[in-house]
């Protein structure tokens, strides 16, 4: 059996009081330490994350979505996150959306005992999430970002990308409103592994070191934090005028995500 693929990548959050300048700072690097960054156009993206009605996906650690990026429909699974340092490695199936993609995430489910209806005849070729709400998956977290991608080089080495960074404006669309937060992620390409994407988010952090944390914890997990403290009112007065979620409000994400991970 084919090993299936893997994922590598860590995520820095943009801590600084004015995180769009901090954000410029980092958009605006063309090298760090050992690394050449080579800009790509910016992309729009839009994540909806799927569960059954008893929530069988967040009980066995699995994460699905449909991404949109630029008008493209790609079925996206992730489980098995093992972290290490800075980043961590985690199982990721992604495929544009097709009979076959949605074929292989359901088989990925069935080996995990989440067992969903067989997907009528042309499911796969319509509306992805219609045809995966026909299946009884049921958005659980919609989320919209613009990102702005930089290729990864080693300096003096032949070769394409190690590793791409980007920067990711994230606007989580909540019931009790937008919240929004500025990341930095790095995920390894090609050759790249972890020990790129630690040093190279080591060098980052160093780098900025009042702009730029590390955080541990993946965008479907904080937008669940957000939206639960939002809907208690634990961050009344904590969103700017931009609906960013201020610095002090960070640790207090922190606090929540590591009491409530396991």
Do not use: C
Request: aromatic share 4%.
């Amino acid at each position: 059996m084919s090993e299936k693929p893997r994922e590598v990548e860590g995520v820095l959050l943009v801590w600084a009081d004015d995180q769009e300048a901090a954000g410029r700072r980092v958009a605006g690097l063309q090298a760090v330490d050992r690394f050449e960054l080579r800009p790509r156009p910016a992309q729009r993206i839009r994540d909806v994350y799927l569960d059954t009605g008893d929530g069988a996906l967040a009980a066995a650690k699995v994460a699905f979505r449909v991404r949109e990026l630029d008008g493209q429909p790609l079925l996206t699974l992730k489980a098995d996150s093992v972290r290490s340092g800075l980043a961590a490695e985690r199982l990721e199936l992604e495929a544009p959306w097709s009979a076959g993609a949605l074929r292989t995430v359901l088989e990925e489910l069935r080996r995990r005992g989440i067992e969903l209806p067989d997907p009528s005849e042309g499911a796969g070729a319509g509306e992805p999430l219609a045809d995966l709400g026909g299946l009884g998956l049921r958005p659980t977290q919609t989320r919209e970002t613009t990102r702005t991608p930089r290729d990864v080089l080693d300096k003096g080495q032949a070769g394409g990308p190690v590793a791409e960074l980007t920067l990711d404006d994230v606007g989580y669309q909540l019931p009790a409103g937008t919240a929004r937060l500025l990341e930095v992620e790095v995920e390894a390409k090609g050759p790249g592994g972890l020990e790129t994407v630690q040093a190279l988010l080591e060098a980052l952090a160093e780098a900025f070191p009042s702009d730029l944390k590390p955080w541990p914890f993946g965008k479907l997990a904080t937008g669940q934090a957000v939206e639960r403290l939002l809907a208690e009112g634990r961050l009344e007065g904590l969103l700017d005028d931009q609906q960013r979620i201020r610095p002090a409000a960070h640790d207090l994400l922190a606090e929540f995500l590591t009491r409530n991970s396991s």
